[in-house]
Structures are given as structure tokens and as C-alpha cells.
């Protein structure tokens, strides 16, 4: 059983950044690959960034390449998302979660067994 905060949301101008923590406890945290969703009102949960257990695989949406970085730490039970260059369309609940599917950045959902209670970002114009 793993579970999962996140903190660092908050509101931010257009052109600012953030930088998201997701804090685990529970099972040994590299046992996990990790990843962020995030969810807008009215439309559905999308993917964001992923990261597997070493942080040697990374993959994120097309939508925020070169302008967030997933990182972890495990020795401090921890994976981070540094958003950059904000834009209003950022604006969203974050979620990270937890897959056993530890070996690649797993972009898919469905596969993560653990969610945290997620965070708002909310970027405004």
C-alpha cells in the first residue's frame, strides 16, 4: 500500500512557474513508477508527466514538453514536477499516482494502482 500528497499548487500568473511535490509513504518507494494527471472542469483527466522508478524514463504530453520536468528523489520519497511558462489552459486539479509497473514512464491511467487527493493549479490571464 502506498499513499500519496501532493502540495505546491497554488495560483500563478501567465508566464510563471510552480513546482509540484508528490510525498510518499507506505512500501519502498522505488518499487514505483510514478506519474501526474490532471484534471479540468468539464473535461476529462488527462496525462502530464511520468517517471519511472530511477528516473532514467521519462515521458511527458505533448502539451507541456519544454515547459515541465518530472524529477524524483527517492531517498526523500519524493517526485516533483517543476512547471515553467505556465499558461492559462495549465489551470487544473493535479493528481499523481503510483504504478508497480515500475520499468517504464507509464503514460496510461489505467495502470496506476495509487492516487493521491491532488492539488489546484490554477494560472490566470
Known amino acids: 500500500q502506498v499513499s500519496l500528497v501532493e502540495s505546491g499548487g497554488g495560483l500563478v500568473q501567465a508566464g510563471g512557474s510552480l513546482r509540484l511535490s508528490c510525498a510518499a509513504s507506505g512500501r519502498t518507494f522505488s518499487s514505483y513508477g510514478v506519474g501526474w494527471f490532471r484534471q479540468a472542469p468539464g473535461k476529462e483527466r488527462e496525462f502530464v508527466s511520468a517517471i519511472n522508478w530511477s528516473g532514467g524514463g521519462i515521458a511527458h504530453a505533448d502539451s507541456v514538453k519544454g515547459r515541465f520536468t518530472i524529477s524524483r528523489d527517492n531517498a526523500k520519497n519524493t517526485v516533483y514536477l517543476q512547471m515553467n511558462s505556465l499558461k492559462p489552459e495549465d489551470t487544473a486539479v493535479y493528481y499523481c499516482?503510483?504504478?508497480?509497473?515500475?520499468?517504464?514512464?507509464?503514460?496510461?491511467?489505467?495502470?496506476?494502482?495509487?492516487w493521491g487527493q491532488g492539488t489546484q493549479v490554477t494560472v490566470s490571464s
Open positions: 499516482a503510483a504504478t508497480s509497473k515500475r520499468l517504464l514512464a507509464t503514460t496510461r491511467a489505467g495502470e496506476y494502482e495509487y
